[in-house]
């Protein structure tokens, strides 16, 4: 029987227990992209708690990358040293650090002030719209996630996670919601997933065969005309053949405006069966995301099947010590009400609700 309690192998990496911080943005880099004092005191808090892993907010991995100036850019001569910072004090506390690369793609907001970069012309709003992207801004993307991964591996991160999700831009490239290419792009699934493939490649040809690469990525996009739970299985059962060694499923393409998986916050383990149906198919560990609240039901889920581990995010928002709070026997439900006052960037990174 699986504990959350008990060490185990996730995704190449040996954790003290099951439970990672799942990626989100805190937008507590500076203006420039750099990492700040603000950003290192997160993940200290969070490695203090007890988890036993936390994956980054997602980094940018070139220019046209970036939601908005707060996002750290992976691209910066300036970033090795400080996600260096950030690495020592979550392994001063027996916590894994894993970096998120990823492209908001549709959503950006380039450095250079140009459109948006997607897989097809897309419009946003009526304000804003983003360009089908050109074979060599495909492959300037490749190289740079490869590189971003590279300066990962020499900053000492245990590992990083290609964000493949939540409608970000890979995800795009992944669904036929966003993607309408008619070139080996698009088309049929496994057209659209050929930047992933080689999104995959690219990193481990930069940081070898036994650096932990990680991938999170829609069960489903939970939308008409969408990716679908299918057409998942079919990517993550090539990933593993490419070997990749975690997969973290989520699902929802996460765009203000658009149809999403919301949930409320008495239902745990909103991804899990998704996440339960593709572990029974890869050699890769699977993660599951999605409003785990308590300890005895994210014990449930991790027993119904071949599920590593569990991720979440606003409970540790809320409560960074939450695991040790758990740990220590006191098993109750976190104090999360999943409103998602935390993520708002004008009044700052944090919980509103339990301060």
Known sequence: MKTIFEKTNVGAITLKNRIIRSATVEGAADQDGHITEKLIS??????????????????????????????????????????????????AHDCKIIVQLGHFGVEANPDNGNKPLAPSDFMLSEDKSAKSMTKEEIQSVIHSFALAAERCKEAGADGVQIQGSHGKLLSQFLSPYFNKRNDEYGGDISNRAKIVFEVYAAIREKVGEDYPIWIKINGEDYVD???????????????????????????????????????????????????????????????????????????????KGKIESISLCRPLICEPELPSIWEAGNRKKSKCISCNKCFDVGTGFGCKVFK
């Not at 203090?48 to 970036?66: C, H, K, M, P, Q």
């Not at 100036?69 to 910066?76: G, L, M, R, S, T």
């Not at 999605?290 to 991790?302: A, Q, V």
């Open 225 to 303: 005309g969408g990716f679908t739970l299918e057409e998942c299985l079919w990517v993550c059962c090539e990933l593993d053949k490419l070997g990749i060694n975690g997969i973290e499923i989520g699902g929802g393409i996460g765009i203000p405006g658009y149809s999403r998986r919301m949930s409320s916050s008495d239902k745990e383990g909103v991804f899990a069966q998704n996440a339960i149906q593709i572990a029974e198919k890869v050699n890769a560990s699977v993660i599951s995301v999605g409003c785990h609240r308590t300890p005895d039901m994210i014990e449930e889920w991790l027993n």
């Open 42 to 91: 997160i993940y200290e808090k969070l490695a203090a708690g007890g988890v036993g892993a936390a994956i980054t907010s997602l980094f940018g991995v070139d220019e046209n990358s970036r939601l908005f100036p707060n996002i750290v850019k992976a691209y910066d001569d300036d970033f090795v040293p400080g996600l260096s910072k950030i690495v020592n004090k979550a392994h």
